[in-house]
């Protein structure tokens, strides 16, 4: 069974920086888009940053587009997000997620691959 792993979350003050990571158990996405979404308590996941397969194309939510970088390593089979300049309002859990259809999607239903989340916290 192909699983997700992320790492990278931790507690920082507003207008730092963290990277996450997720890394795959197996090669099976390294032609697929990969995403990362978001969870706040009491809100719906939401879609943060999304990166095709040969990483040409990269989608990203609005308010977090000039802040966060999303990038893949198909040799480790890995992606990355990038985010600086972190605000209160980015706390959530972060969760990496894959699909194996081409096309970057922003809905959550469309991705069967999830990895188990990660906490980011924002605060002074």
């Known amino acids: 069974q192909v699983q997700l792993v992320e790492s990278g979350g931790g507690l920082v003050q507003p207008g730092g920086s963290l990277r996450l990571s997720c890394a795959a158990s197996?090669?099976?996405?390294?032609?697929?888009?990969m995403a990362w979404f978001r969870q706040a308590p009491g809100k719906d996941r939401e879609f943060v940053a999304g990166?095709?397969?040969?990483?040409?194309?990269?989608i990203y939510l609005t308010p977090v587009k000039a802040r966060f970088t999303i990038s893949r390593d198909n040799a480790k089979n890995a992606i990355y997000l990038q985010m600086n300049n972190l605000k209160p309002e980015d706390t959530a859990v972060y969760y990496c997620?894959?699909?194996?259809?081409?096309?970057?999607?922003?809905?959550?239903?469309?991705?069967?691959?999830w990895g188990q989340g990660t906490q980011v916290t924002v605060s002074s």
């Open positions: 197996e090669r099976t996405f390294y032609a697929y888009p």
């Open positions: 990166i095709n397969g040969s990483a040409t194309s990269q």
């Open positions: 997620a894959a699909r194996t259809t081409v096309g970057i999607e922003i809905e959550p239903s469309e991705y069967a691959y």
